[in-house]
T-cell receptor, first 111, second 110 residues
Framework: DAGVIQSPRHEVTEMGQEVTLRCKPI?????LFWYRQTMMRGLELLIY????????DSGMPEDRFSAKMPNASFSTLKIQPSEPRDSAVYFC?????????FGEGSRLTVL | QQPVQSPQAVILREGEDAVINCSSS?????VHWYRQKHGEAPVFLMI???GGEQKGHDKISASFNEKKQQSSLYLTASQLSYSGTYFC???????????WGAGTKLIIKP
């Protein structure tokens, strides 16, 4: 079975540009999470969904960030406009029975 | 409240044992352990629930003492493949909203 699939793996963009990160969770998993990891702040939960419904987005830094899950097999995290402080590795994870399965991450660099 | 992990880093020779601790200032009903190798995603190790149980995963085991609000991860006869950063996660409101410790970096030398 394929794991969690994220794209792009690497993104370099300029400040002010829109960034869209994509995630395909493991089939059958009913929870999907978006995390951000930086050296300074560690691993932070941004938002999570249960059965495609956003449950808690209190970790989303500000209105520039938005996430959607239009169906059980696809989710996006959008940053508009992007800023240099958004540079980080963004992980998507899906879960069943409490165990998190992480994708390989999307490394975002905002210049 | 972020759980506190100790030590921050440890260097071992292959075959030596290590203990990594995770403590919280709030009552816990579960502790989650993950390992992340450099440049890779975190990988699940185990979840410990209330009851002071111990769990094992290969030569890695863990205990959970909810009265002391802490968990310890034990790595026995460490192998090179154990190198990485170990994170504990504790629930904020539910098992799906984890707050992560800062991590313990484990380096195993041959």
């Amino acid at each position: 079975d394929a794991g969690v699939i994220q794209s792009p793996r690497h993104e370099v963009t300029e400040m002010g540009q829109e960034v869209t990160l994509r995630c395909k969770p493991i089939s059958g998993h009913d929870y999907l999470f978006w995390y951000r990891q930086t050296m300074m702040r560690g691993l932070e939960l941004l938002i999570y969904f249960n059965n495609n419904v956003p449950i808690d987005d209190s970790g989303m830094p500000e209105d520039r960030f938005s996430a959607k899950m239009p169906n059980a097999s696809f989710s996006t995290l959008k940053i508009q406009p992007s800023e240099p402080r958004d540079s980080a590795v963004y992980f998507c994870a899906s879960s069943i029975a409490g165990e998190l399965f992480f994708g390989e991450g999307s490394r975002l660099t905002v210049l | 409240q972020q759980p506190v992990q100790s030590p921050q880093a440890v260097i071992l020779r292959e075959g030596e044992d290590a203990v990594i601790n995770c403590s919280s200032s709030k009552a816990l009903y579960s502790v989650h352990w993950y390992r992340q190798k450099h440049g890779e995603a975190p990988v699940f190790l185990m979840i410990l629930l209330k009851g002071g149980e111990q769990k094992g995963h290969d030569k890695i085991s863990a205990s959970f003492n909810e009265k002391k609000q802490q968990s310890s991860l034990y790595l026995t006869a460490s192998q090179l493949s154990y190198s990485g950063t170990y994170f504990c996660g504790t629930p904020r409101w539910s098992n799906y909203q984890l707050i992560w410790g800062a991590g313990t970096k484990l380096i195993i030398k041959p």
